[in-house]
């Protein structure tokens, strides 16, 4: 690792959390010239590049700044460099730097620090609203607020899946919500078709997430974390009110995927480029009745899979007095196979918003989880 850039690892660990670009920017000019330095993260709706604090939002599909969000690699246009702020698959968004000589070391080590940038964004994020409040383009409802800091981000990559999900209405999502924790030999992930209106709606995907990870974290079974959380739901809504989930766990070593469908949203794979319909045992949705005993399934999967997991506000979304429905569905998932998970799942909630001319009326949520196999 070159000094600029553990000089500016260094800089990004000591600066306040609210200065982080400013810390790194002093660095940048001392080491390589550079003058000019703006982080613009991507928004809510995965729509906008929005700066942190000067200049106009980036929402032009072939801007430089989309390019490099979209390829996840630097680019160079007229002496401005562009470089994904990217952590652990997380994308939050793209580093602008000027004057960037052409130089391939000094690009690779510019990318270096736009990596630690992210690194420290994500360190810091807890215990400052300053790149929050900078991320949206609207206010967000407080349902809305209340789902976003309940997900554990927005897209994951390790060598054996690659993992996105996103939520809509973005800026007023009630409760559909998805989960996600791996621990290197399994994945889990949950995904929650929510019921009722604002914040309560929010209430009660929070209990149901909460309950889902404590009986996940206590390394209970898939059937008895949907009985924890079933439970918890009961006890506090004594079967008023409910909510169904689709809970997975995927073994990283053999592919085996194993599910409880608690009145799941759908589960579609996309296999040599043919869509099927997942079958599931459906089930009781959480919180519904007291005490119920819910079973797991299992099925393969096969090197190169796709799964889609998509909740009904995206089957039921209609434009003009027509439904989106499974056959529009079906073929746009069949148009994402080349696509990484995030831009699948991008593509898919842009499809459907210019369906229905604007922001979706009813939630929906969408997870896209590649399957690239066994490492060894």
């Known amino acids: 690792m070159s000094e600029p850039v553990n000089r500016a690892r260094r800089a990004l660990n000591e600066t306040p959390a609210d200065r982080l670009v400013d810390g790194v920017a002093d660095v940048l000019s001392r080491s390589y010239g550079i003058t000019d330095a703006e982080l613009y993260q991507v928004d809510y709706r995965l729509s906008q590049l929005l700066p942190l604090t000067e200049g106009d939002p980036i929402s032009g599909a072939g801007h430089p700044a989309w390019r490099s969000f979209d390829h996840q690699s630097p680019l160079l246009v007229d002496g401005t460099g562009w470089f994904p702020v990217t952590m652990r698959g997380e994308r939050r968004g ?7 000589p052409d130089d391939p070391t000094v690009l690779s080590e510019l990318d270096e620090i736009a990596t630690a940038l992210a690194h420290e964004l994500a360190a810091v994020s807890a215990g400052t609203d300053v790149y929050r409040a900078a991320r949206r383009s609207q206010r967000l409802t407080l349902a809305a607020e209340m789902q976003w800091d309940l997900l554990p981000g927005r897209s994951r990559i390790r060598p054996s899946f690659s993992l996105a999900g996103q939520l809509e209405p973005a800026y007023a999502v009630r409760g559909d919500s998805f989960d996600w924790s791996d621990d290197g030999r399994r994945l889990w992930l949950s995904t929650v078709n929510g019921t009722g209106e604002g914040v309560a709606a929010s209430l009660l995907t929070s209990l149901a997430t909460h309950a889902l990870r404590n009986a996940r974290r206590a390394g209970l079974t898939l059937a008895d974390q949907a009985a924890l959380a079933d439970q918890a739901l009961y006890d506090l809504y004594r079967g008023e009110q409910h909510l169904s989930a689709l809970l997975m766990e995927l073994d990283l070593r053999s592919g085996v995927m194993t599910v409880v469908d608690a009145g799941s949203p759908r589960l579609v794979l996309l296999r040599d480029g043919e869509v099927t319909e997942q079958p599931l045992e459906a089930q009781f949705p959480l919180g519904m009745f007291e005490a119920t005993d819910y079973h797991e399934q299992r099925f393969p999967l096969e090197r190169g899979d796709r799964v889609f997991v ?3 506000g995206v089957v039921e979304a209609t ?23 995030l831009d ?31 490492q060894t």
């Open 344 to 374: 699948a799942v991008r593509s898919l909630i842009g499809d459907l918003r210019a369906f229905v001319a604007g922001d979706l009326v009813d939630d929906a949520v969408v997870v896209c989880l590649d399957w690239t196999g066994p």
């Open 319 to 341: 434009g003009q007095h027509i439904r989106y429905g499974e056959t529009a569905l079906d073929r746009f998932l069949r148009r994402t196979g080349p696509m990484e998970p």
């Open 94 to 100: 793209v580093l602008r730097l000027a004057p960037v």
């Open 310 to 312: 998509v909740s009904d």
